[in-house]
């Protein structure tokens, strides 16, 4: 099956702790996207990647850190530096080239930090 | 980010009523998208849209790309409770390659 897979879809973590969120796809797509949903509210984005190797920062990408070694897989890490972590976190990928470059979603991972 | 005007905000309406959405933007985009997110799921899309002025359906929903290329509008016919749920119009941007979008349309249908 072609998709977006994001594990855990529930993390507990204490406070202080880092953590680190799993993002796979197999979509052949060149960017891939973390995004922040708090209850109620919108999708914020945190970090992206167009390339491996390389990311830019999204809107609230403090306490936050990414890598893309491979184009398959865009872990984040949510660090302990980050005032309020729980939420619901959302990866998402999508083709640049081309007219198509419609972007997908993972089924998201719900951190609870107690 | 976020950077598109979608409204309503929310809406409650009678299983059986057409619902209307829409989304404005500041600037142009070249393709309009259209999301559903069930709670607890992350966001699938429903309709896609690439050319100003097509009207594209996708069984009881219709969309359509405004010909200013600013504004979509997603409209659901006869609605059913599993229409509940929130709407999301994104859009890619020009110059970033990131993609746009609304706050959401919050959708409840009381049976």
């Known amino acids: 099956d072609g998709g977006i897979t994001q594990s855990p879809k529930y993390l507990f973590r204490k406070e202080g702790q880092n953590v680190t969120l799993s993002c796979e796809q197999n979509?052949?797509?060149?960017?891939m996207y973390w995004y922040r949903q708090d209850p109620g509210q919108g999708l914020r984005l945190i970090y992206y990647?167009?390339?491996?190797?390389?990311?830019q920062k999204g809107d609230i990408a403090e306490g936050y850190s990414v890598s893309r070694e491979k184009k398959e897989s865009f872990p984040l890490t949510v660090t302990s530096a980050q005032k309020n972590p729980t939420a619901f976190y959302l990866c998402?990928?999508?083709?640049?080239?081309?007219?198509?470059?419609?972007?997908?979603f993972g089924p998201g991972t719900r951190l609870t930090v107690l | 980010g976020q950077q598109l005007n979608q409204s309503p905000q929310s809406m409650f309406i009678q299983e059986g009523e057409d619902v209307s959405m829409n989304c404005t933007s500041s600037?142009?985009?070249?393709?309009w998208l259209w999301y559903k997110q069930d709670p607890g799921e992350g966001p699938v899309l429903l309709i896609a849209l690439y050319k100003a002025g097509e009207l594209t359906s996708n069984g009881r929903l219709t969309a359509q790309f405004g010909i200013t290329r600013k504004d979509s509008f997603l409209n659901i016919s006869a609605s059913i409770p599993s229409d509940v749920g929130i709407y999301f119009c994104a859009g890619p941007d020009l110059n970033l390659n990131d993609m746009r979008f609304g706050a959401g349309t919050r959708l409840t249908v009381k049976p």
């Open positions: 990647s167009q390339i491996v190797n390389d990311f």
């Open positions: 979509l052949n797509h060149d960017a």
């Open positions: 600037s142009i985009f070249n393709t």
């Open positions: 998402a990928s999508r083709k640049l080239a081309g007219l198509y470059n419609e972007q997908f």
